[in-house]
């Protein structure tokens, strides 16, 4: 029988690990200068996600991608949004508070739909339906699914395609209405960077991680470097936002890792629930973005706003959309972030709910 070591390196192979990982890395970040070039929406997290799916469904590598790098990717993107909250952006949220919380609870019920037209269709139970749908991170409602006593695995691929149809699917949506962008106007270029500015920056974000962590919040490698950065921005010392260049990097490692996500042993032993979940997935997106179009006309504000503020995508993924769209980050930040808040602390006792009603039908098989 063969030894498994239990270091990291060990276990991944060790330099030869290390050199397929800085290999995929250099190729997704080639893609994503490619994708600039190419004047696409979200060049580096659409391009590293793509070429790594590619990569992993049709190569299928035995190396994986650590989730420990997702967190650095979170981190300067946190910090990115947290910096552009001010105290004229607060005024301006508290007066579009019921459009934010009506706009979470309209995207809530798009999400119960689509979870009781899914259950039916695949023969999941609904409380998995439900987790595989709803947004919060796919580590995260991975977990529930564990605690709930259900299989985490359809659950992992239904987030991710959720989170990977959002991103893609969003942006070239909106240039296809509103006409493609001129390339050199979203060009990331090389500037000088201050390194005590950085270090200051990269001290708030994993001060504020660290925080959220010990707190207990969720999603700590997001809200806690947001929260930290916002408060420094509010009280007018926030430091400068971090160089185009490493924004860039942690697209790409937010891409790379959202894709290496995807593998081929589970879209051919269940081709069904892949073609139902991105089914899904697309439904769910029409129906947040109709939704969020109609509270838009209601409210008298802009639909592109809305329509982002109300996509079932992550709060990382749909800050750094805004910011590339050039729409008001902030209020499309502060609509998912109400959602998770609304949303986080009552999904787990949800799910118990359903699961436990779920025990008292045993023809209700699992299947996928």
């Known amino acids: 029988m063969k030894r498994r070591s239990s270091g990291p390196l060990s ?62 990717g979170q981190v300067v993107v946190a910090t990115q949004v947290g910096l552009a909250f001010s105290p004229q952006a607060l005024e301006m949220l508290v007066g579009y508070a019921p459009v934010i919380v009506g706009t979470a609870l309209a995207t809530g019920l798009c999400i119960g739909l689509v979870s009781l037209l899914m259950a039916r269709l695949t023969g999941q139970k609904l409380a998995q339906a439900f987790l595989s749908s709803v947004p919060t991170s796919p580590v995260e409602a991975a977990a529930m699914a564990r605690d709930a006593g259900l299989d985490p695995a359809p659950v ?35 500037s000088a960077i201050d390194p005590l500015n950085l270090m ?56 790379t890792w959202l894709g290496a ?50 996509a079932p995508g992550g709060v990382v993924e749909m800050a750094l959309t805004a910011k590339f769209l050039e729409q008001n980050v902030v209020l499309i930040t502060t609509f998912h972030l109400i959602r998770i808040f609304i949303f986080m602390p009552n999904i787990p006792w949800i799910v118990r709910l359903i699961a436990r009603h779920e025990q008292d039908d045993p023809e209700k098989e699992q299947t996928l």
């Open 11 to 72: 276990a991944h192979g060790g330099g030869w690990w290390i050199a397929k990982l800085t290999a995929l890395f250099a190729l997704t970040a080639l893609t994503g200068w490619v994708f600039e070039h190419l004047g696409a929406p979200l060049p580096w997290m659409i391009g590293p996600l793509v070429v790594t799916a590619a990569v992993f469904i049709i190569l299928d590598p035995s190396f994986g991608v650590p989730n420990r790098l997702r967190p650095l």
């Open 156 to 190: 992992i691929f239904s987030q991710t395609l959720r989170l990977s149809a959002v991103v893609m699917v969003l942006p070239f949506s909106l240039y296809a209405i509103e006409g493609w962008p001129d390339v050199e106007r979203t060009m990331v270029s090389l």
């Open 200 to 255: 200051f920056l990269i001290a708030a974000g994993v001060v504020g991680a660290w925080i959220a962590r010990v707190l207990r919040v969720p999603n700590p490698n997001f809200l806690g470097p947001m929260t930290v950065a916002a408060i420094l921005s509010v009280a007018a010392i926030g430091p400068a936002p971090y160089p185009p260049v490493l924004l860039a990097l942690g697209q790409v490692i937010l891409g």
């Open 261 to 310: 996500t995807f593998r081929r042993s589970f879209l051919t032993s269940a081709l069904r629930m892949t073609v139902i979940s991105m089914c899904s997935t697309l439904l769910l997106l029409l129906l947040c973005s109709l939704s969020g179009a109609a509270i838009a006309r209601l409210a008298g504000l802009s639909w592109q706003t809305v329509v982002l503020g109300a």
